[in-house]
């Protein structure tokens, strides 16, 4: 039952953000009547593209198909850029060292748009798969590797200090305390990473691949399809939100087995 209280009071706020969003678009276009109805489509008419339209399907399984490749592009991109966070976090944590030289260097990178490294990143690792993978996980990588680091130091001076005084070393009281108590600023670095991945993935087949809902939402604009480029931006909408309250569930289960407050005491 406190699971379930759990996961009933996270996923409220965001059908509450979701039903604010489709208030929020209605009164955009009533607020912006020069927006006009051949380019500002309301839900109905995305409903209606998609759902009862007469080439709803056609349009329907097009899109999905392109969505099937940003989301297998974001899913990798979010892997590395999270395996590569936790590792990194880790080795920074337990070698002050290795930070000292390296954060400055992780920081000046954050710091560069992501826009102005797309010619770079696509001249060394191509238009593919490689290349758009890069992108999702920079995106991904730096705001975890902060939110984890934060994680892994709030660990109990005095529980690192007892595996100390067993003899443990340092790897051993990074994998049974600070890790544990980690886990909620793990999980948040994954709630807010799943976003960010999928944007990741669409600017790099935007600037790359030229595949998947990137390249899609470009093509739209110039070519006057006003109610695809609403869809897909609808559909990342909802993907971007039902993905992030699957990791927020699987958070909320975990925490509930292991406690939120792992490894502090």
């Not at 380019?39 to 899109?63: C, E, F, H, I, M």
């Not at 290349?131 to 130091?153: D, K, S, Y």
């Not at 544990?180 to 994954?190: C, D, G, I, K």
């Amino acid at each position: 039952m406190n699971a379930l209280r759990r996961i009933v009071k996270f996923l409220f706020p965001l059908v509450v953000s979701l039903i604010l969003i489709l208030v929020i678009w209605y009164a955009f276009l009533k607020a912006f009547p020069q927006v006009g109805p051949r380019v500002g489509k309301t839900p109905g008419d995305v409903w209606n593209y998609l759902v009862t339209g007469p080439s709803a399907d056609t349009a329907r399984q097009a899109l999905l198909a392109d969505l099937r490749i940003t989301l297998t592009d974001a899913a990798i991109g979010f892997g590395v850029g999270m395996v590569a966070a936790l590792v990194v976090a880790a080795l920074f944590v337990t070698l002050p060292a290795v930070e000292q030289s390296f954060m400055p260097v992780a920081m000046l990178l954050r710091s560069v748009p992501l826009v102005a490294l797309t010619p770079i990143i696509v001249l060394v690792f191509g238009r593919g798969v490689v290349g758009v993978t890069v992108m999702a996980a920079i995106v991904v990588f730096f705001p975890a590797l902060v939110m984890i680091m934060t994680g892994l130091r709030s660990a109990s001076a005095q529980a690192m200090e007892l595996v100390a005084a067993y003899g443990g070393s340092r790897w051993t009281r990074l994998r049974m305390v600070a890790v544990p108590a980690a886990l909620p600023s793990v999980f948040a670095a994954a709630r807010i990473s799943v976003p960010g991945a999928l944007i990741g993935a669409l600017l790099g087949e935007w600037l790359g691949s030229g595949t998947g809902l990137g390249a899609t939402l470009i093509r739209a604009i110039p070519t006057f399809q006003y109610n695809k480029l609403w869809a897909a931006i609808v559909l990342v909408t909802v993907v971007s939100v039902l993905l992030y309250a699957i990791v927020g569930v699987i958070e909320n289960l975990v925490l509930a087995r292991f406690g939120p407050e792992a490894g502090k005491g």
